[in-house]
């Protein structure tokens, strides 16, 4: 079966091609894109203070360098970065238990309670667990506000939510987002970091700087950002509908834009990266991985899919296909 792999919308590309030959499509001259991404990123996450950088890891490096005590971070299901540039900033880290990716709300409460209060402690997580469930912002932010913990939420899958709860500044108080493929915001390069905390910008101009972007990039951002919650919620319903028509799924019951499933099947993943070509990508990764779960299985990566490939009769031949050999 050959499917396409996520392209950045066809607007997307006219615009970032105008802006790469100088001809801007902006009548007002004053305006930039950055300054058009960065409303409409404050428009989506309901935070007062954004900047755009050159990467998804860009952001998190700075959201992390303002930790000042430990970093907690889940023991599977989120991304190995978190941990790569703790160590890169000789910030220590706690792995905090998961149930499969979901943070285990008593195991933070007990964490926390032992952390050294007078220094500035941090939770980064994504706000899918493994892109395939997500997590329980609601809850977790009431625990870190109880425990004057900074959330970070790595919103590269969920940007621009329809239903609440996911990359929300009311719930998190950093957001961090990479644009780069196949994101929502599927630009090919950049990422942004937004918080209603100024410190974070003041405190690391040195960074900001470093991981400046640049306004060819600022222009796919601004014009992904309009089709952002249509993206995300097509894409979440497409994956539920194959959830709900598969056998061993994990979390079959959440909102996710990835498909996890239990299996000890070696030749499971073999024989679906046979069947489901994407371009010259792949939308199969082999568990155990840290970055899905750390169990026997495989994961569906629907959210690599080009919008378009978002049919039923492409969804439901991915289900035959995969059912053939579960």
């Not at 929300?168 to 937004?194: A, E, M, R, Y």
Request: aromatic share 6%.
């Amino acid at each position: 079966m050959d499917l396409k792999f996520k392209q950045p919308l066809g607007e997307t590309k006219k615009i970032m091609s105008k802006v790469a030959i100088g001809k801007t499509p902006l009548a007002d001259k004053d305006i930039s894109f950055k300054d058009i991404a960065e409303y409409k990123i404050l428009d989506l996450t309901h935070h007062n203070l954004c900047q755009l950088v050159n990467s998804g890891n860009g952001a998190i490096f700075i959201a992390i360098s303002s930790i000042t005590g430990t970093l907690l971070i889940p023991d599977m299901g989120a991304w190995h970065g978190f941990k790569q540039i703790a160590k890169f900033l000789n910030i220590p880290f706690i792995n905090i238990k998961t149930n499969l990716g979901l943070i285990d709300l008593k195991s933070l409460k007990d964490t926390i309670k032992n952390l050294n209060n007078e220094k500035r402690n941090g939770l980064i997580l994504t706000s899918f667990a493994a892109y395939t469930a997500e997590q329980n912002i609601s809850e977790i932010s009431k625990i870190c506000k109880d425990y004057n913990i900074v959330l970070i939420e790595d919103a590269s899958g969920s940007i621009g939510d329809l239903q609440g709860g996911l990359s929300d500044g009311n719930l998190s108080d950093i957001i961090v987002c990479s644009t780069g493929s196949p994101k929502i915001l599927n630009v090919q390069d950049g990422g942004f970091i937004s918080t209603n905390d100024q410190s974070i910008f003041t405190e690391n101009k040195i960074l900001i700087n470093s991981f400046k972007s640049n306004e060819i990039t600022a222009s796919g951002i601004a014009t992904e950002l309009s089709y952002a919650s249509q993206n995300l919620e097509n894409l979440i319903k497409a994956t539920s509908y194959i959830k709900s028509n598969l056998d061993n799924v994990v979390h079959s019951d959440k909102r996710g834009i990835n498909i996890i499933l239990k299996s000890d099947n070696k030749n499971l993943a073999y024989n679906l990266k046979k069947e489901l070509q994407l371009d010259k990508h792949s939308m199969i990764t082999k568990c155990p991985n840290y970055n899905r779960l750390k169990i026997k299985g495989v994961a569906i990566e629907i959210k690599n899919l080009d919008y378009s490939e978002l049919n039923k009769e492409n969804l439901d031949n991915i289900i035959e296909i995969i059912s053939k050999y579960q």
